[in-house]
């Protein structure tokens, strides 16, 4: 089986690609994290009955037995988890399934530490993972890849379908459980099929699924933290700080791989993030307009709050919550690659049992893929 390491979230537009011809399917969670109390709960559906797949070494093939699909995750772990300028490391398998299988997955190992992260009595029979995984080649992928540290990143999981005219034959979910409260939140996984033949470099291009310049509503800022999971993605035209020489037609290359070279790779996209509302950074509740906008670079994937999006002036007058406009332009980060598109996912969520300055029990969690 092959692994490769380098050093280096409910509303989702369904068909972003539209009805362009079928080739390799590809799921992408934008989001995944992994920590001392949360962990991501991932479920892939293969309806590939007669789809082309992946061999334990990672050839393409549509002989019997190659059905492996390809999973692939682009993580900062460590210290790097929670640094927004940081760039990305990764980890690959090619792991089985089979037609008509749901495999669902704890990718960071907290359950399903003793059945390779598989979850929910999976008998291993038509899909035999069991005997065709190793102790330390399996679906745990983050807990491979930060080996227990916290650990954030986006996953691939694709198959090498060479059928131009079938339908989508992946499905995706995941779910995001902090299970010191039992608070949770999900998404569903952003599928692409370009018109690309087979398992081309083309069908990771995800430049469609940028969220662009969406409405970020945000509650009383003592009682509820609002985040925005950024993830950058490729670009295929020039723009205010992107030149041709950043452009890419994908993320990855075929067979959802990356060797590097002079392409701008998954590794160091890097996009900014800040909340620009006509001349301010947002409107309150009673519909003034305050000025007071930071920007928040990111590369890869991170995590920006929108308080850390305004002025301490600013959040002082935006105290009871608001709106404004996301705006995401070039990175400029050292050493990275600018791009004006990422995926943006918002979550909201309770930090003083308190709302709308009532006691509420317990924890809330309200997330999803913005459009």
Not at 152 to 160: M, P, Q, T, Y
Not at 351 to 371: E, H, Q, R, S, V
Request: negative net charge.
């Amino acid at each position: 089986m092959k692994m490769k390491l380098n050093a280096v979230s409910l509303a989702v537009a369904a068909g972003f690609i539209g009805s362009a011809a079928q080739a390799a399917d590809v799921a992408m969670f934008p989001y995944v994290v992994n920590s001392a109390t949360v962990t991501t709960i991932v479920s892939i559906v293969d309806q590939g009955a007669a789809t082309q797949g992946y061999t334990a070494g990672g050839a393409a093939t549509a002989a019997a037995g190659a059905s492996r699909l390809h999973w692939r995750l682009n993580y900062k772990a460590g210290a790097n988890a929670t640094v927004n300028t940081a760039t990305c490391e990764e980890v690959n398998y090619f792991l089985p399934s089979s037609p008509n299988d749901i495999q669902t997955v704890d990718i960071g190992g907290k359950f399903g530490s003793t059945t390779k992260g598989v979850l929910f009595s999976d008998a291993s029979t038509n899909n035999n993972w069991n005997a065709n995984t190793t102790a330390t080649i399996n679906y745990m992928l983050g807990k491979a890849a930060s080996a227990g540290a916290a650990q954030r990143g986006v996953l691939f999981v694709h198959n090498a379908d060479t059928n131009t005219a079938a339908s989508q034959t992946l499905y995706g979910e995941a779910m995001v459980l902090d299970f010191s409260t039992g608070a949770a939140w999900g998404y569903q996984a952003l599928m692409n099929d370009s018109a690309a033949a087979g398992n081309a470099a083309a069908n990771f291009n995800y430049e469609a699924a940028a969220t662009g310049s969406p409405i970020l509503t945000f509650m009383p800022l003592a009682e509820t933290t609002t985040r925005l999971f950024v993830t950058p993605v490729n670009q295929t035209t020039t723009s205010a700080g992107v030149v041709a020489s950043n452009l890419s037609a994908s993320m990855l290359e075929a067979d959802g791989s990356s060797t590097g070279g002079t392409t701008p790779w998954w590794n160091k996209l890097n996009a900014n993030v800040s909340m620009v509302t006509g001349g301010g950074v947002a409107f309150d509740r009673d519909e003034n307009q305050v000025s007071g906008s930071n920007v928040a670079p990111v590369v890869c994937v991170g995590a920006v709050d929108a308080s850390s999006l305004m002025t301490a002036g600013a959040a002082a007058v935006l105290a009871n919550g608001g709106w404004g406009k996301v705006a995401v332009t070039a990175g400029t980060t050292t050493g990275t690659t600018p791009t004006t598109k990422a995926v943006l996912t918002k979550l909201e969520f309770n930090t003083a049992g308190k709302f709308n300055g009532d006691t509420l029990p317990g924890t809330f969690n309200n997330g999803f893929i913005m459009k």
